[in-house]
């Protein structure tokens, strides 16, 4: 089964890249995901143990990093859909 992950960390720094939200690229990269950067979110694909186990390290580390709030969604996709 392949998973898909929307994310979004908080707060928001116009000024900047925050902390925790270079920690939550680098958690979902070091996992193999294939990413997507949007402007209000981050969209990672893979297989569902790959994407789960990336989806724990991700809120341990980007709260450890500053995150104030993590906005997540999970969703399961068709066998069609995504990367091979």
């Known amino acids: 089964m392949r998973l898909k ?3 979004t960390t908080e ?12 920690t939550a690229r680098r958690v979902v990269d070091e996992a193999g995901l294939s990413v997507e950067v949007g402007p209000f979110g981050t969209t990672a694909e893979g297989q569902a143990e790959q994407a789960l186990t990336a989806i724990d390290r991700l809120v341990r580390e980007t709260l450890a ?16 859909e995504g990367a091979g």
């Open 5 to 7: 992950v929307e994310f």
């Open 11 to 22: 707060p928001f720094e116009l000024d900047g890249f925050p902390e925790h939200a270079r």
């Open 65 to 80: 990093h500053g995150a104030t709030r993590i906005s997540l969604q999970v969703s399961v996709m068709d066998e069609g």
